[in-house]
């Protein structure tokens, strides 16, 4: 019971450090932009990216080790449907992932970087498309956990 307690909290609190390195992303790229800033936004994207891969691997271990038998997790539409969200979020966020590595490259050789607005635009569209995508995560797992689209 105390495993499927702590596996709870920190899913919990991964699922929120998820929207909120989401969020830094997003006003880090809407801001006015400023020299160095590449390099906070490239350590905020390792932090989401991290997240990402813990809330994974903490939700898997919640389907072995909790106190609800894996067939719950394994049997239901609505478990695959959030782990599919999750992963789809991963490929969406690829592309601002490389931007920011590119951009990193070019503040390294140019400490007065500047990405072009374009591009600034694009890695937006992107983050709010990972939000809205983020958004069907917690809909599935509460549909999930109430046992729908269960035999």
């Not at 997240?51 to 394994?74: H, T």
């Not at 609505?78 to 992963?87: C, N």
């Not at 969406?92 to 390294?108: D, E």
């Amino acid at each position: 019971m105390t495993t499927d307690l702590l596996l709870a909290i920190a899913h919990h609190l991964l699922a929120f450090s998820i929207v909120a390195f989401l969020f830094v992303e997003f006003v880090l790229v809407s801001a006015a932009w400023s020299p160095g800033r590449v390099v906070v936004l490239s350590r905020v994207d390792a932090g989401f990216d991290g997240s990402a891969m813990l809330i994974l691997i903490v939700g898997f271990l919640r389907v072995f080790l909790g106190i609800k038998p894996e067939e719950f997790y394994l049997e239901s539409p609505f478990f695959w449907a959030k782990i599919g969200a999750l992963l789809l979020m991963g490929i969406v966020s690829i592309a601002p992932t490389l931007r920011f590595l590119r951009w990193a490259k070019y503040a390294r050789a140019d400490p007065s970087f500047l990405p072009a607005p374009a591009e600034l635009a694009t890695v937006r569209r992107f983050i709010v498309l990972e939000a809205v995508i983020f958004l069907f995560i917690p809909t599935f797992a509460a549909i999930m956990a109430r046992g729908y689209g269960l035999g």
